[in-house]
Structure formats: C-alpha cells, structure tokens
Nanobody
Framework: QVQLVEFGGGLVQTGGSLRLSCAPS????????MGWFRQAPGKEREFVAA????????YYADSVKGRFTISKDNARNAVNLQMNSLKPEDTAVYYC???????????????????????WGRGMQVTVSS
C-alpha cells in the first residue's frame, strides 16, 4: 500500500505564498503521475495541478495558472506545489494524489479527473485571509 505524506499548508494573507509537499512512502513504484486537488466547504473536490514523475509534463487548472507551480523534488523524492498570489477563494483542504504509471502511460488532460488516481493523502488545510 502506498502512503502519501503531505507537508505544508497553514494560514496566509491574501497575496501571500505557501508551499505544499507530498512524498510517496510504504510500497513504492518506479514512477507515478502526481496530482493536487482541493475541496472547499460545501463544494466538490476539484483538480489543481498534475505532474509526471520525470517532471517534464505538467497540467494546471485554469484557476491557478500563472500563480501555482507544481514541480518534482528529486532530492526528496517528492512533489511540491508552490502557491503564489494566493486569494481567499484558494481556501480549501488540499489533497495529494498518486497513480503508479508505466512507460506506456499516456499524458493528457484526463489526469485532472479524480478517478484517475489510486492513492490519496489525508489533506491539509490552506486558509487565505482577506
């Protein structure tokens, strides 16, 4: 079983920055697609960003393009989500997700779908105050 260990989150003012990190542990695979999702109170869980394990391919929700950056941290074997220019509407619980992949796994916008991922982190609260 793969566990996803999440770090970061917290409270920040509008316009501020936060960095979230996520690392697979337990049973691990050689490669994954890693994604970040978020869920605000009373709303469905929505896609934020995804990255291939090699780091060469990324995909973002329109709402975060230009403000958030997803990246692979090879030294820590983790994935980071750098969130800049935060807005109150970014307030949510943020979840890390992972799907083990192979050399034949295709990249595309379908990685924005929750059902594509097999493993989920416990979630971290991000609160942006106005």
């Amino acid at each position: 079983q793969v566990q996803l260990v999440e770090f970061g989150g917290g409270l920040v003012q509008t316009g501020g920055s936060l960095r979230l990190s996520c690392a697979p542990s337990g049973r691990t695979f050689s490669s994954y697609v890693m994604g970040w999702f978020r869920q605000a109170p009373g709303k469905e869980r929505e896609f934020v960003a995804a990255i291939s394990w090699g780091g060469g391919k990324t995909y973002y929700a329109d709402s975060v393009k230009g403000r958030f950056t997803i990246s692979k941290d090879n030294a820590r074997n983790a994935v980071n989500l750098q969130m800049n220019s935060l807005k109150p509407e970014d307030t949510a619980v943020y979840y890390c997700a992972a799907k083990p992949t192979s050399s034949t796994t295709e990249w595309g916008p379908h990685w924005s779908g929750r059902h594509e991922y097999d493993y989920w982190g416990r979630g971290m609260q991000v609160t942006v105050s106005s």
